[in-house]
Antibody, heavy 115, light 111 residues
Framework: QVQLQESGPGLVKPSETLSLTCTVSGASIRSYYWSWVRQPAGKGLEWIGR???????KDNPSFKSRVTMSVDTSKNLFSLKLNSLTAADTAVYYC?????????WGQGILVTVSS | QSVLTQPPSVSGAPGRRVTISCTGTGSNIGAGYDVHWYQQLPGTAPKLLIYGNNNRPSGVPDRFSGSKSGTSASLAITGLQAEDEADYYCQSYDTGLSGSLFGGGTKLTVL
């Protein structure tokens, strides 16, 4: 059974960079696509980007190149960095496996952007 | 604004059938890309409900079914139960985005 767990800060200041990590168990990170999805309170889901186990990435153009993703195969985890944060980036951030739909999700981590 | 359009809300009485539509364009559903559906219960992560237009992951009751035609897809839920009350999202791939696209979500209320 695949399990994903997000970790990172719950509070980040405006203009700073958010760093989140998703640790995967039950599946090799090398063999799949992995994505980040966020959800502002009371709103819908928004795809941020995805990374393959080889490190190839694709991010949502709406984030205007603020996104960096990486993978650590030795630790079986992948990471997200989102820079130039504003209050509009306040959301629950999920990591998920992209395999015929998003078939496994982390529990989500609430990130608040505030000074 | 989502390019995949869903009704904001639908409702139905217990035991009845409801459908949730997901309307896309020629750059996503109409281009032949699969549609997936998710159920999100309050305070929880989304759960894959239907993948590849009409396939149920193991453990999903057969009360849930999906279909796709042209630039649209639908999720049907039969024999409504109180536990089905949740938000439902469709998702597909979009060539303009070169990535994943979600519908705006539909809140299902079981009356």
């Amino acid at each position: 059974q695949v399990q994903l767990q997000e970790s990172g800060p719950g509070l980040v200041k405006p203009s700073e960079t958010l760093s989140l990590t998703c640790t995967v168990s039950g599946a090799s990170i090398r063999s799949y696509y992995w994505s980040w999805v966020r959800q502002p309170a009371g709103k819908g889901l928004e795809w941020i980007g995805r990374i393959y186990g080889s490190g190839i990435t694709k991010d949502n153009p709406s984030f205007k190149s603020r996104v960096t993703m990486s993978v650590d195969t030795s630790k079986n985890l992948f990471s997200l960095k989102l820079n130039s944060l504003t209050a509009a980036d306040t959301a629950v951030y999920y990591c998920a496996r992209d395999h015929s739909g998003y078939d496994a999700w982390g529990q989500g981590i609430l990130v608040t952007v505030s000074s | 604004q989502s390019v995949l359009t869903q009704p904001p809300s639908v409702s139905g009485a217990p035991g009845r059938r409801v459908t949730i539509s997901c309307t896309g364009t020629g750059s996503n559903i109409g281009a032949g890309y699969d549609v997936h559906w998710y159920q999100q219960l309050p305070g929880t992560a989304p759960k894959l409900l239907i993948y590849g237009n009409n396939n149920r992951p193991s453990g999903v009751p057969d009360r849930f079914s999906g279909s796709k035609s042209g630039t649209s897809a639908s999720l049907a839920i039969t024999g409504l139960q109180a536990e089905d009350e949740a938000d439902y999202y469709c998702q597909s791939y979009d060539t303009g985005l070169s990535g994943s696209l979600f519908g705006g979500g539909t809140k299902l209320t079981v009356l």
